[in-house]
Structures are given as structure tokens and as C-alpha cells.
């Protein structure tokens, strides 16, 4: 997709934020927010999209009015559209750029698998008298970024294994000049990580732990390590999930998708800063070789674990990648981020991901982050009791609490890695509820993987 500026519109095509009440005096259209009209003017379509009341017009609302803009020119068989963008008053270069977000993410479309290929947006040309070309390049890398974890989380389990993983990130690496270091299931062995070789043995597509490096910054000693759980499927193991629960179970790996598109973005926008990504990827399989309920294995902090149900193994890949980030690469801060747990739907639904942190900071940086990107946390607490809990009888931990079955189920995922992480400064985002849409799209938000967390971690780290 090409993106070009201009001062003056040369698409047929034309997407119009319009503001209620804005005198624009379009015939059965009041701009009021999620309202949309398409009117043809001859050959040439317009597309209105309401952004509501001035005093109320947010990033949020414009990403979205244009997200839909968009997709009714696509509706309509149109590839080249102008997006217009000047003339408005209550325009700032902030909200510009979320109309460009808008136009990006809302044209996504997965479709390798369908036979007749959908009309995809091949130029976009944005009118504006104030946004220069890098604004514009920085969004729109951002925004691929997006799309493309959205690509990884859509492809099949059966093609997104571990190692195919592991090569995303080796080509991520080689293009954008990133280090990236892959342990195999020998090496993950050889290194004690317990946990990820007890998650992954069942399964004939081996656990890989990845690891890309960022070195914006060799005199800085901050370094700010991004961790994904990649279950890149989930069939609960031994414990296996029923029917209704196990078919989108590929989204599993989306922690470590967005941990790829992250490093993608910041591979491309080269911030004066250090940044690690660590992606634990294992397939959760069910057969003779994976490993079983009650039995104890070793993590590689050196903390043993009793597997009280082997559906609870995001936490255990996820103990071991911290443990091994902290001790081989000190980072200063870790974020990590996860489809942990079917509690933060019940919580939150798909409206917001949950927070945990053991520092205010860091919450508060993140909180702020996600405000600004329209990715929205909320947190949760962290007390004692959860972590009393996860005393096992018979071992160190255990990765389920005493608490009764599904309760605090969510906090209990977190006060679980809480251990791992020990004194770091830390966040974990859990994603289950976030990073896949199993309903229809909305907006800026496709059907299936969403790419939730990208920009919001993109914008956290650009500030640090
Ligand atoms: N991958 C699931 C969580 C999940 C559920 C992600 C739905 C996306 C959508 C996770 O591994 C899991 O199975 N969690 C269990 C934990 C339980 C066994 C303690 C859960 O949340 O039910
Ligand atoms: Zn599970
Ligand atoms: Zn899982």
C-alpha cells in the first residue's frame, strides 16, 4: 500500500471526518459519531463520517469514524481513496494521525485462504496542510506492524509452530539489523527451563525460547525487556479443553505476535533505546508424551512446580523465560504480555486487557500508553493472600491456587509469574480477552487476531 500527501484531493474516492453541527449541511447526515454516508457525485464517491460533537472528538473517535470510512470504500470496489483532512479546524497533528490509523488498521483484511481475493487499499492519499512525511512514516510503521501481528495470529497453528516462529523473528532480524539468539528444544533442555520443555513435550513441533535484541543505545544502561507467552495452540494437554473453548486456541500465541510486531516497529523507527524481546513458544498438546497432572517439575529459577492442570501452562513458560531474561540480560524493567487466562473476559470482556505490576510507574506509564492508543488496561491487585495461595504441599509452587475453582483466576495467572519476577520492576497484560475478536469487526478492530498491544507498547517505549 502506498500512502502519498498532498495539499489538494486526486482520488475519486474521499473520506470526510465531519463534526455534528459543523454547517456542513449534507443532506440526512448529522455527523454524529458511528454515523457514516456514502453520496456519489457522478463518478466520484464521497464518504462522510460523523466524529461527533467538537467539544467530545478524541483519538478514539476519529480512529474509528475513519476505520469505517474506509471500509465502506471498500465495500464499494474502491483502492485509491483520499482522506481529507484539511480545513478543520478542530484538527491537531495528534488527531490527524489517528484518522491515518484508522485508514490502516480498518482496510485489514486476512485473506489468504479465500479463493476470491477482497479489494485491498492500494493508495492512500492523505490531504493535509500541517502533517509532514515522518509523522506520516511513523504511523504507517507502526500500523504495518499492527497488521502484521494480526497476520501471525490468523495463520494456522499447524503453520505457526514454535519454529516458525523463531524464523519470523531470525528474518525480523536480519532486515532490521537485530540480533536474535534461539534456543531449540536441546538447548532448552541443556539450559534447565523445566517448565518450557515440560509445556512442550508432547508435541511434535518443538518449544523454541526467542530472543531479538534492540541496542538503540550503548551508553544507556536501561533496557526494557517485552515478553509474549507463544502457545502457538492450546489444546489444555492432558487437561483437555472441551469443544466451544479449544477452536480459537491459536490465538494463544498472541503475546508472542505482539512481542514480534513490536520489535518490528522498533527495529523500523530506531529509538535512542534499548529494547529485548523474548518470546516463549511451546505447543500445548495432548498425548502420551506431554506431561501430567500432578506431577512436579523443575523451573529454571530452580523453584519446583506441581502441575495441578496442564491448561494452566502460559504461566509456566512464561516463569521460565523470566527467569532466564533476568538472569542472561538484566533488564532494568520487564512488560509481558498474554492470552493467561479466561477470567479477564469475564472481568473486562474484549473491552480491556488487565493490568498487574508490582511498581506504580510502570503501571501508571502503561495505563497512560494504552489511554493514548485506544488500547485500554485496567489493573488489578496484587495482595499477599493471591501469592499465600500458590503454596503447593508436595512442592515449591503449585500453577493453580487453593482458592476455589475459577476464583480471582486471572490474578492468581499473575501472582504466579510475581514469583519468577522477584524485585524487577514489572507488568504483566493479560490479552485473553483483547487480542482475538471472535465476533464480527468493529471499526479499527477486525474479526479474529487484533494486533492488540503493539501500538500501545510501541507508544510506552518511545517514551521511555
Ligand atoms: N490460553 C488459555 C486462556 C485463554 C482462554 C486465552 C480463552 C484466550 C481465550 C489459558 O492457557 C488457560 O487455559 N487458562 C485457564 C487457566 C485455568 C486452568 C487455571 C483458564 O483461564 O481457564
Ligand atoms: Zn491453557
Ligand atoms: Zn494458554
Not at 168 to 184: P, W, Y
Not at 240 to 245: D, E, F, N, V
Not at 418 to 430: G, L, Q, T, Y
Request: hydrophobic share 40%.
Amino acid at each position: 500500500m502506498k500512502i502519498n500527501l498532498s495539499k489538494t484531493a486526486h482520488f475519486q474516492t474521499q473520506i470526510i471526518p465531519i463534526a455534528q453541527n459543523s454547517n456542513s449541511k449534507i443532506v440526512d447526515f448529522s455527523g454524529k459519531k458511528t454515523e457514516t454516508a456514502l453520496r456519489y457525485e457522478g463518478e466520484s464517491a464521497k464518504i462522510y463520517c460523523g466524529v461527533g460533537e467538537q467539544k467530545d472528538i478524541s483519538s478514539r473517535v476519529l480512529r474509528s469514524a475513519v476505520a469505517r470510512g474506509v471500509q465502506i470504500a471498500l465495500e464499494a470496489k474502491r483502492s485509491q481513496v483520499s482522506l481529507i483532512l484539511s480545513d478543520k479546524e478542530w484538527l491537531n497533528d495528534e488527531l490527524a494521525s489517528s484518522c491515518i490509523e484508522g485508514a490502516l488498521l480498518g482496510s485489514y483484511k486476512f485473506s489468504k485462504y479465500k479463493s476470491e481475493p477482497p479489494v485491498l487499499l492500494q493508495d492512500l492519499e492523505i490531504i493535509t496542510e500541517t502533517l509532514n512525511e515522518n509523522e506520516v512514516k511513523k504511523t504507517k510503521s507502526i500500523c504495518e506492524a499492527v497488521n502484521y501481528t494480526r497476520d501471525l495470529v490468523n495463520e494456522n497453528a499447524s503453520t505457526m509452530t514454535p519454529e516458525q516462529m523463531a524464523k519470523e523473528a531470525k528474518t525480523l532480524g536480519e532486515e532490521l539489523s537485530m540480533k536474535v539468539t534461539v534456543l531449540d528444544e536441546k538447548e532448552i533442555e541443556h539450559q534447565k527451563l523445566g517448565l518450557i520443555q515440560a509445556v512442550g513435550q508432547g508435541s511434535v513441533y518443538p518449544p523454541r525460547l526467542i530472543i531479538i535484541e534492540y541496542n538503540g543505545n550503548q551508553k544507556e544502561e536501561q533496557k526494557i525487556a517485552i515478553l509474549g507467552k507463544g502457545i502457538t495452540f492450546d489444546s489444555g494437554g492432558q487437561n483437555l479443553k472441551p469443544s466451544g473453548s479449544i477452536e480459537t486456541m491459536r490465538e494463544d500465541m498472541a503475546g508472542g505476535a505482539t512481542v514480534l510486531g513490536i520489535m518490528k516497529s522498533i527495529g523500523t523507527l530506531k529509538p535512542n533505546s534499548n529494547v529485548i524481546g523474548v518470546i516463549a513458544a511451546a505447543h500445548n498438546a495432548i498425548g502420551s508424551t506431554a506431561f501430567f497432572p500432578g506431577d512436579i517439575y523443575r523451573s529454571y529459577s530452580g523453584k519446583t512446580v506441581e502441575i495441578c492442570n496442564t491448561d494452566a501452562e502460559g504461566r509456566l513458560v512464561l516463569a521460565d523465560a523470566i527467569s532466564y531474561c533476568k538472569d542472561k540480560y538484566s533488564p532494568s524493567t520487564i512488560v509481558d504480555l498474554a492470552t493467561l487466562t479466561g477470567g479477564v473476559m469475564v472481568a473486562f470482556a474484549d473491552v480491556v486487557a488487565g493490568l498487574f505490576s508490582n511498581h506504580d510507574k510502570v503501571a501508571q506509564d502503561l495505563f497512560e500508553a494504552g489511554e493514548q492508543s485506544g488500547e485500554r488496561l485496567w489493573r488489578l491487585p496484587l495482595y499477599q493472600e493471591y501469592s499465600e495461595s500458590l503454596k503447593s504441599d508436595i512442592s515449591d509452587l503449585r500453577n493453580l491456587s487453593k482458592f476455589k475453582r475459577g476464583h480471582a483466576s486471572s490474578i492468581i495467572g499473575a501472582a504466579f509469574l510475581k514469583e519468577f519476577v522477584e524485585d524487577v520492576p514489572w507488568a504483566h497484560i493479560d490479552i485473553a480477552g483483547t487480542a482475538f475478536n471472535e465476533g464480527s469487526a468493529k471499526a479499527e478492530i477486525p474479526q479474529f487476531g487484533t494486533g492488540f498491544g503493539v501500538r500501545l507498547l510501541v507508544n510506552y517505549l518511545l517514551k521511555q
